[in-house]
């Protein structure tokens, strides 16, 4: 009976702890002007503090515990259960607070005014939580922000003023959300943070690139621009812009060479390595970079575009012959680049720049090719050669003109019969009868004829005064021409007699 009493007590104590141990969890809750806030800090249960450091880190919290000391600067609250950042998590400023950690925590809501007490933090990691928005100003208080996590979100609206006020920030890691836009205004001129050297924005849902003005940036700012695993579609000039990345050796492109990725044209859309299109898929051309070319007497600036910002720069000319004052024609200007001129033809070959820092040691080579002529000489040339061609083509043309336009006006020519009367004015050529010349050889016999007929000579006679045109003779009037040879004498040819000009008949004297 008493085992019996026992057992049941058991029993109903066992209940009695299951239905009491939510409260006593909530306990570690109270209520403050209807809010929830988080329980006193305890260094001994619920976190670990080491000196300035405390750690929360998988402890079940639901809120950020209260009563955090001044001197707090490390905070580490990551794989909780915090789902919502209010204004007032904190009732203290924690001046010296620099490292901020919120990770894995399912965190869904940040209000504006959740950082208004933490304005010293350098690093805050909010990643892998399910953030979708990032509102307006809401990281301006943090002006000495140097990294910022928010990758492994739903991150899909970002709004332009988001992450105005960060002078500082570094570092900005946005991967594998639901990005449809890369963030230009962070990197592009006048509105780029100015200190900010690596933007990630890979693995999201980016299909198109500003590609002109992602060329254009300072290598600086491509070496650290990391946007692969995105769906973006294939081009020859997505194409050339990471082969030219590639050739320059920035990490952005070598470091993950086979995951940038693009979906190729076609129904099947399957995934192409983008710098393998040269070869499959588009069949683009390779890419080489150019050498700077330039004429005599020109300036000629040229870039030490660095994979590093504000690095220490020095110039080596052709021969390896370094920068020095004495140089009159090469100077190094403020920003690193050096300038060279007015351009000589000896000033050809190779330019190295040497680039320096804590961390990296760069060197770049520029390939100068200096023309043996002005510029305005060099046009000149090509008026010279254009015109040239010009007049070579107007010739041709003259001459077919001349050879198939002019009117042909002689009793040969398709359309002029033999039989039609010449007029005896209208032709002044040297001519020969040859009714007399068949007459002779009629009377001296077959023989004598057909001999004296062979030894006879061709010849064309011409006025002396006649000038031909166009190949043509001129018309005259009806005046006599003699011609005198052996004391003989003859007269013009009648109209039987056949023009030297056009008659097949020869003739003979």
Not at 49 to 59: G, K, T
Not at 62 to 85: H, Q
Not at 149 to 154: F, V
Not at 458 to 481: D, S, T, W, Y
Request: with cysteine; charged share 20%; hydrophobic share 40%.
């Amino acid at each position: 009976m008493g085992g019996q009493i026992c057992i049941s007590h058991q029993v109903v104590f066992g209940k009695w702890f299951f239905m009491i141990l939510p409260l006593v969890l909530l306990m570690r809750t109270v209520s403050i002007n209807g809010q929830l806030i988080g329980a006193p800090l305890n260094c001994h249960k619920t976190c670990v503090c080491a000196s300035n450091i405390v750690s929360c880190s998988r402890m079940n919290l639901t809120n950020v515990p209260t009563a955090l000391p001044s001197y707090t600067g490390v905070l580490d609250l990551s794989f909780n259960f915090i789902t919502r950042l209010r204004a007032e998590w904190t009732t203290v400023k924690l001046s010296r607070l620099h490292s901020l950690s919120l990770s894995n925590n399912g965190l869904k809501f940040l209000s504006s005014e959740a950082f208004v007490c933490v304005t010293k933090l350098r690093y805050l990691d909010l990643s892998s939580n399910r953030l979708r928005l990032l509102e307006e100003f809401i990281f301006e208080p943090l002006e000495h922000l140097e990294v910022l996590l928010l990758y492994n979100n739903d991150i899909s609206q970002i709004d332009r003023s988001a992450f105005s006020g960060l002078v500082s920030l570094q570092k900005l890691y946005l991967s594998q959300n639901q990005i449809s836009r890369l963030p230009m205004e962070l990197v592009k001129d006048r509105t780029r943070l100015e200190t900010l050297n690596l933007l990630d924005v890979s693995s999201n849902r980016i299909k198109v690139l500003p590609l002109t003005e992602l060329q254009s940036l300072p290598a600086w700012i491509k070496n650290g621009l990391y946007f692969h695993n995105n769906p973006l579609p294939c081009s020859c000039e997505l194409y050339n812009v990471l082969a030219r990345w590639h050739l320059q050796q920035l990490s952005s492109t070598t470091d993950f060479r086979e995951d940038h990725t693009c979906v190729s044209p076609g129904l099947q859309k399957e995934k192409a390595v983008i710098l393998d299109l040269n070869r499959v898929v588009l069949n683009c051309s390779e890419v080489k970079i150019l050498d700077e070319e330039a004429f005599l007497d020109q300036f000629l600036v040229l870039d030490c575009d660095t994979k590093q910002k504000d690095m220490l720069k020095s110039w080596a000319l052709p021969g390896n012959i370094p920068v020095s004052l004495a140089n009159k024609s090469a100077e190094m200007l403020p920003d690193g680049s050096l300038q060279i001129g007015p351009l000589k033809a000896e000033d050809s070959g190779v330019y190295t720049c040497y680039a320096s820092s804590d961390s990296l040691n760069d060197t770049l080579y520029v390939t100068v090719m200096v023309y043996n002529y002005t510029m305005s000489g060099g046009l000149e040339n090509m008026k010279t050669a254009y015109t040239t061609l010009v007049g070579c083509l107007v010739s041709i043309i003259m001459v077919l003109v001349y050879l198939y336009l002019t009117p042909c006006r002689c009793s040969c020519c398709p359309g002029q019969g033999l039989t039609k009367s010449i007029p005896l004015d209208s032709l002044r050529s040297s001519t020969v009868s040859v009714s007399q010349i068949h007459e002779e050889a009629g009377q001296g016999g077959v023989e004598g004829g057909a001999k004296d007929f062979l030894n006879r000579h061709v010849a064309f006679l011409e006025h002396k005064e006649q000038l031909e045109h166009n190949g043509r003779l001129n018309p005259i009037g009806e005046e006599e021409e003699e011609w005198q040879g052996d004391n003989r004498e003859r007269r013009k040819s009648d109209a039987e007699s056949v023009s030297s000009v056009c008659s097949d008949t020869p003739m003979v004297v």
